[in-house]
């Protein structure tokens, strides 16, 4: 099936709902799938919603996680007795690859004492060796709360490092990167005279990006947060028209200019587009509707890697 005009896009995503439907699926979507995927999904949201919701609200058997592997396997993870299956399997976030479990072990030797926490946008590998899991929503309450639990004044965080400054200068933490050096190919590449220049094009508008942004750009913005976090700070401000730049991936601007039509919204810049979450499509979907047993689909956490990294997981969602 080759979906490519409006009407066909309709019509795939009417056959996907009435599919999903008569196969107990449940979809869950990130703010970054593109727009038509969004709108058939069950739920959309960030790390911390999905993960969320794919461990208290889906009553389903299966669950289609149209994301990256890190948020499929978070889902696996905390909701053991479901089938999680992914449109393409191949779709992993560059940013899980900068850190992996031997290097936790490393550091935790290298700093006895210190508590090790790292970013959701990790493999279940990595998870599994941790002390806590954080998300871009929850990350100051994590690493506060774990940091009072070691009593230590320094933490260890990965394995984004924008993220770590952020929670530096918000909390004053002694952050030690771990490893020395982990980005998000998309958000790091947003320089200040990429925002500098939109603004000055419309000099009224808020300005809201996410932390994974470096801090030249985090500094011109007047909020930062998760995607769930920007979309509702936009909701809350949308009274007397104000106008929007978002510092963030393409798919989630696309959400916001659908959400609210009566506000203007900036992308800084349209090109910020995260290539392993677009490897999702409505056709991919689709055909793994067609062929849910098929085990090519199924993401599968090994246990003893699994219940470790529960641990972890679960100790996030106590202090967040
Ligand atoms: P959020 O948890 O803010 O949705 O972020 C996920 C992500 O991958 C950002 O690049
Ligand atoms: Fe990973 Fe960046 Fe894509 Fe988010 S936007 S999934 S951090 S590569």
């Keep these: 099936m080759m979906i490519q005009t409006n009407q066909e896009i309709q019509e795939s995503q ?10 107990d699926v449940t979809i869950l979507a990130h703010y970054y799938q593109t727009l038509e995927i969004q709108e058939i999904a069950d739920y959309v949201g960030d790390s911390l919603g999905l993960s ?12 289609i996680f149209a994301g990256v592997l890190f948020m499929a396997e978070t889902a696996s993870i905390l909701n053991p007795g479901k089938r999680v299956l992914m449109p393409d399997k191949q779709a992993g976030c560059p940013l899980a690859s900068f850190l992996d479990g031997n290097t936790v072990n490393t550091y935790k030797e290298k700093y006895p004492g210190v508590p090790a926490v790292v970013y959701i ?47 530096k200068q918000k909390t004053g933490i002694n952050i030690i990167n771990l490893p020395d050096e982990g980005f998000c190919y998309v958000h790091n590449v947003i320089k200040d005279l990429d925002v500098i220049k939109v603004k000055k094009e419309h000099p009224n508008a808020l300005i809201t990006v996410h932390p994974e942004c470096k801090r030249e750009v985090r500094e011109l913005a007047d909020h930062i947060g998760s995607t769930k976090g920007m979309y509702d700070y936009v909701k809350i401000n949308t009274s007397k028209g104000n106008e929007f730049i978002i510092g963030t991936e393409l798919g989630f601007v696309q959400r916001v200019q659908k959400d609210f039509p009566n506000n203007k919204i900036y992308p800084v810049n349209e090109n910020f587009i995260c290539r ?27 246990d003893n890697i699994a219940n470790k990294a529960r641990i972890s997981l679960e100790k996030m969602l106590k202090y967040s």
Excluded: W
């Design 121 to 167: 946008n990790s493999t279940a590998e990595t998870k599994a060796e941790t002390d806590v899991v954080c998300t871009s929503s929850n990350a100051i309450k994590v690493i506060q709360g774990i940091q009072n639990e070691f009593k230590s004044n320094k933490v260890l965080f990965g394995p984004d490092e924008n993220l770590a400054d952020y929670v």
């Design 52 to 63: 969320k919701i794919a461990r208290d609200h889906t009553n389903t058997k299966n669950i």
């Design 14 to 23: 009417k056959l996907i709902l009435n599919l999903k439907k008569e196969k």
């Design 276 to 302: 392993n979450m677009k490897l999702s499509t409505l056709e991919k979907i689709f055909n793994l509707l067609n062929n849910l047993n098929n085990d090519k689909h199924k993401v599968t956490v090994p």
